[in-house]
């Protein structure tokens, strides 16, 4: 590529930049102030509109197709945009779950962790199950160990933490115990959900099941994602006092943005999605001094590049891929649901939530995000899943993106107590309004 | 490019950039506490340390060459990093001098803008004039109007504006009549310098220069920078009221950036550079409120991705490619120092600067940065130029550019002001100390 074309692609990303933060702010706006919803379903929404499949594809003077998307990039790529856009969109989804990791209670984090791994084990086991047996009931595949029909169960197994992350922070719920259920449930899952990608991709390409290969596949994922946690809690003091001891401007938030770019980089390269390595390493640094310092400059960055995270999302719909397996993909979206709302709910019943606390770790592992749609992706690259079945995968994923914020702010707003004992919330403001409270009764 | 490729793509990004910002803030610290340097020198080498020519072309276990730059790519590539990490840098760039526009002082822009245009002219004629000869005298062309030698002379007439604004900007002379002089005489220098481009482009490609095609280059060029100030100037409280209208967190932030990426993207479809337009309306939006609201927040976005900019500029650097060249590489860097301090140095005597201020003036228009390596790019894949002069055009680059802040920080340490009259500096915490130090005396 010469340095002519380079400069005209550059310049082409910002207008689309200019354009999607444009959108974001619209859409958000319209949710938040005049539909009183999240400003996150205004962002994806903005997506939706601006995106290659409807404003975006239509020709401009001067620019061209903003969002192009041409026939033959559509049947080998998963994701319409440039690989620059696409990597934008990432960054920000890499800053959104490390401001996540963050802000979250490390404490109840790990009181949690146990309730979490239940909550997780049901919403992989039982999504997987309904997704592979609507394949079949549908006729798209011919019996359950079809590869087709474990590819879509794979793909209902997939929680994208982004989305339920946004809405909790948004509406500060992340330091409850719901949400760091959520939080740590959807990490969990993540890790269980490439051990089951593994075995359906190895079924699918060689027909045959290794054991091996699964075990190295799973142990090597899971054992990095322990060993980060384990080195990131060791090192959070050390790393803490290293990052404050720098004398130029600015240095704590660039190191810490390189810190959290090494976790998320490494846990791909691990067989991890990226913003489990982010989430992770901003959960080991969320105990420690330099949390405090980052908590305001990490906002801006945040609102610099969070929202072309969720409008990119937004533009991965494609409305005339839905059209031909309109039935299959509305049952496959019920499934999707139910799967997760039981699939989570239940064993957050059996370890000591209520069913007010139940039904929102159901809500908030319920979307599904741009780690079903990778997933999708892998299938229909390798030939295992058509495009029909690859359409049916966004639509599922859309819907329960779209829904989850929807249901999960009117959830919390019931207000009470999701657990049957009495709450442990530690945030410091929560303690000093309970103060304040006892002192006023 | 299949979605399991651009997953993995994007994770070798976020490694890149998490090594580039660690390095960014060590050379940063090594410079600005150890060697009382300006920290973007520090951050530049780092770039020359980590880059493809140096320990980025090595080979890794699990990542590969971290920033691996095959020889192939270097023949046909002024850029020797992957399209996604310069669009990152380049993104960086357009913050930077976003940032820059937004603490420029309106009035003094103004009222320095003619003389500005007397620098910039100097600033253009004058290096031409020395490239295009020196290019004759070592023999690499046949005469003054032989493409190349005409090349070499488009090559010498470009100011980079970024190394300049951030020292400027590191020790708060942004403010001061040579600071905005040479921000302005930058921003004019850069429209001049399109036009020489368009004119030297022509002869290179065809053998004649056609007048109706310098007019209308150049013309859209000036005519856009005229407008987009206008409209800027014009609309700037309106837009001012627009962002601050907004309720949802963080709002005009990411509305302010929408409008620095729109501004840069439209400055590149006329035939600007993208940090023309995002300076220009950075300066048009300075005078207004919403400027002192997103003073701090920008500086957070400015830390976490102006150092990718200055990193990957150092990453271009091949010492390699000097070698044979160098005599020549050398002569060519001193005419381009002079060309500068000259160049503009002797306008800015004649229009009210003293010897001081013409000095820091010369120094500051000194740096040619991605501009200047930009236009050699345009030689070589046109085939205008061949790699010899190429690389000369690059240590050119790299010589002024590390010299500029070396020189710079002692130039306005020394004290003094540099117009002949009495300055009026209008910084408002100027004034108050003004008033504080008569209210002492």
Not at 230 to 235: K, M, P, Q, R
């Amino acid at each position: 590529m010469n340095e002519v074309n380079i400069t005209e692609l550059v310049a082409h990303l910002v207008l689309q930049l200019a354009v999607i933060l444009f959108a974001a702010k619209l859409g958000g706006e319209l949710f938040e102030r005049w539909l009183k919803q999240p400003s996150v379903l205004g962002e994806l929404l903005a997506g939706v509109v601006v995106g290659p499949y409807a404003l975006g594809g239509m020709q401009l003077p001067l620019v061209g197709a903003l969002f192009g998307h041409t026939a033959e990039s559509a049947a080998v790529s998963v994701i319409p945009v440039s690989s620059e856009l696409w990597a934008v969109g990432q960054i920000g989804a890499v800053i959104l779950l490390f401001y996540a990791g963050l802000e979250t209670d490390f404490g109840l984090f790990f009181r949690y962790s146990g309730p979490a791994f239940f909550v997780a084990m049901g919403g992989v086991i039982l999504p997987f199950i309904l997704g592979d047996l609507a394949t079949v009931a549908f006729g798209v595949a011919s019996g359950p160990m079809d590869p087709v029909a474990l590819f879509m169960g794979a793909v209902m197994t997939a929680t994208s933490v982004g989305i339920t992350a946004r809405v909790l922070g948004d509406i500060r719920k992340l330091d409850t115990p719901e949400g760091v259920t959520i939080l740590a449930g959807a990490v969990i899952d993540d890790v269980l959900g490439i051990i089951v990608l593994a075995i359906v991709v190895s079924l699918g390409v060689s027909g045959d099941v290794s054991l091996g290969n699964i075990a190295l596949v799973g142990g090597k994922a899971m054992g990095f994602w322990l060993g980060l946690m384990a080195v990131g809690i060791l090192l959070s003091k050390w790393i803490s006092r290293f990052l404050a001891s720098f004398r130029s401007a600015g240095a704590a938030l660039t190191l810490a943005l390189a810190i959290a770019f090494l976790a998320s980089g490494l846990a791909e390269i691990f067989g991890l999605a990226m913003i489990i390595g982010a989430y992770s390493i901003g959960l080991a640094l969320s105990n420690t001094e330099i949390a405090e310092t980052l908590r305001e400059p990490m906002e801006s960055v945040y609102h610099a590049f969070v929202p072309a995270f969720f409008v990119v999302m937004g533009m991965l719909l494609d409305f005339s891929a839905m059209g031909p397996v309109l039935v299959f993909g509305l049952a496959v979206s019920v499934l999707a649901i139910l799967g997760k709302l039981l699939g989570c709910g239940i064993p957050a019943l059996a370890v000591g939530f209520n069913r007010l606390g139940a039904t929102r770790i159901g809500i908030g592992m319920m979307p599904r995000g741009e780690v079903a749609l990778i997933v999708a992706g892998v299938g229909l690259s390798r030939e295992v899943i058509q495009s029909d079945v690859f359409g049916v995968a966004i639509m599922m994923t859309f819907i329960t993106t779209v829904l989850a914020p929807l249901l999960l702010v009117p959830a919390f707003r019931t207000g009470g107590q999701g657990t049957r004992r009495a709450t442990t919330r530690v945030h410091p403001v929560q303690v000093e309004m309970e103060t304040t409270e006892r002192k006023g009764a």
